[in-house]
């Protein structure tokens, strides 16, 4: 009972901003534990009579009959723990932060870890969905599209009504199992002073066959979220909030009027503990979704089968914020995007390929003209890595020229001072040199207002080819990032 003395003892500064501070009970790993979970760590204290089995968790060995522990901490070997607390009817399904416990030097062992994120269920019933809340949902699925909007001049009438326009649906598979993704819009009416009576959001529904695996309902949580970021072209924006869609039985009324025995609905929510830094703010696109049929379809695939480079994403409220890390980023998306765009490589002129014929028959020759056994390792170890650029590698600067080339009035479309290849191909080379600078650890490097425009250019030119990806033409590409821009 002393740990959960010193719950309750915190519990009396605890952060108000939490909503609870959930205690009980919980086995793990054959050890009874009195657990205190506060939203952001969770920590088990051994029960009266389990400290010794408690102990026997962290790595440590024994000498002279002597336990001494190595504090590395308990290694954590499941996914989340599963807990019932004794103030509080919900169940908890707790993700720790890091593989091991963090080890405490307190005069009663006891085993903590931060969250990463937790559930907080009404009661266990099948999961079988996600709903997901977000402002910047009803900005990249226009809200306004909801609402019927009059205005009578001559009788000085304002009028507003939904119109209830069919949801947005579409099909993808996560970890081999059926995921449907719903786009629509929820209606509020508020009677408050000062309040709009009628509002609307926009809201994402993911659906799935009945589950227990929370790892698998957690790692959907993260393509959503990946859905956003690449919607606003920023990472860390978080959805402001997640209900856990469970099946449960219906009513006799819901039963009659509908003729089915079950029904979903919110029973529970999901919450990331800690919060990106940086997850509020300025974001760079609203890119429109439901203007282009098939498009969500494919962008969630490929977030789920994870072909979709984000790495390059600025945090929201630093869209406009340029450094060598995140230049070294767009770069490297370049080159994954670019390589998916054209996986047996940019395509050449007949004589340029019998150019590198003759450059690889040439090093191939050079081995023999090694004057000693120790030049020889050298020579062939350096006819292996030419032989490979002559074979195999397109420099950067001769993709991103293959990209204009491939969709030139998109690209000049996207950015209009480029208007001919050669002016491309000049923008190509620069940044090429750019990119190999940082790359290397040259970072002496002067941000002039040209190498921002290179580097915005490149940064629309990685949208480009990521929306040519996911099936859309060029022109498709040219209207949504035009809206984005406008939204």
């Not at 009028?159 to 509020?188: H, M, N, Q, W």
């Not at 945090?315 to 998306?333: F, K, T, Y």
């Not at 002067?446 to 425009?453: E, K, Q, T």
Request: aromatic share 8%; proline share 5%.
């Amino acid at each position: 009972m002393d740990g959960l003395r010193t719950w309750n003892n915190r519990a009396n500064t605890f952060d108000r901003r939490l909503r609870m501070l959930y205690l009980g009970d919980t086995n793990y790993k054959g050890t009874d534990f009195s657990f205190g979970f506060d939203g952001e760590r969770l920590e088990l204290v051994p029960r009266p009579g389990e400290w010794d089995k408690a102990q026997a968790l962290e790595p440590g060995f024994c000498q002279n009959g002597v336990r001494h522990f190595t504090g590395e901490g308990a290694p954590i070997e499941s996914d989340y723990f599963e807990l019932s607390p004794s103030n509080a009817p919900e169940k908890l399904v707790v993700f720790p932060e890091s593989d091991a416990f963090a080890p405490e030097p307190m005069l009663f062992r006891s085993l903590r870890v931060g969250a990463r994120a937790f559930f907080e269920l009404d009661r266990r019933l099948p999961v079988v969905g996600l709903r997901f809340h977000s402002p910047h949902l009803s900005k990249c699925y226009d809200d306004k599209a909801a609402l019927d909007m009059r205005c009578e001049r001559e009788v000085a009438r304002f009028s507003v009504s939904t119109k209830r326009p069919k949801p947005l649906s579409c099909d993808f598979t996560f970890e081999g199992r059926p995921v449907r993704a719903t786009l629509f819009y929820i209606e509020k009416m508020k009677h408050g002073s000062g309040e709009p009576p009628l509002t609307v959001e926009s809201a994402l529904d993911l659906s799935f066959g009945a589950e227990d695996d929370f790892s698998f309902v957690f790692d959907l949580a993260m393509v959503a979220r990946d859905f956003l970021a690449f919607c606003l072209q920023a990472s860390g924006a978080e959805f402001d909030a997640v209900e856990v869609l469970v099946e449960k039985p219906a009513n006799g009324w819901y039963r009659e009027h509908t003729g089915k025995d079950r029904v979903v609905s919110p029973g529970g929510s999901l919450t990331l503990s800690k919060r990106p830094v940086g997850c509020a703010g300025e974001v760079k696109y609203h890119i429109p979704l439901g203007i282009v049929d098939g498009f969500e379809g494919a962008l969630f695939q490929k977030i789920a089968d994870r072909e979709l480079s984000l790495r390059h994403l600025p945090s929201p409220g630093r869209v406009g914020v340029w450094d060598d890390a995140r230049i070294i980023l767009l770069a490297a998306s370049f080159d994954q995007e670019a390589t998916l765009l054209y996986p047996e490589g940019i395509p050449h002129k007949e004589s340029t390929m019998e150019a590198r014929s003759i450059v690889v028959g040439t090093l191939g020759k050079a081995e023999g003209e090694a004057r000693n056994k120790k030049i020889r390792k050298k020579v062939i170890k350096l006819v292996k890595r030419l032989t490979r650029v002559a074979e195999e590698g397109d420099p950067f600067s001769s993709r991103m020229v293959q990209v204009y080339k491939d969709h030139s009035s998109l690209i000049e479309g996207l950015c209009p001072c480029l208007d001919s290849k050669g002016s491309f191909t000049e923008l190509a080379e620069r940044i090429q040199a750019l990119r190999n600078s940082l790359a290397h650890g040259h970072l002496e490097v002067a941000y002039g207002d040209s190498i921002v425009d290179d580097v915005l250019a490149l940064e629309k030119v990685v949208l480009a080819i990521q929306m040519l990806r996911l099936g859309l033409k060029d022109e498709d590409v040219a209207r949504m990032v035009d809206i984005a821009r406008r939204r």
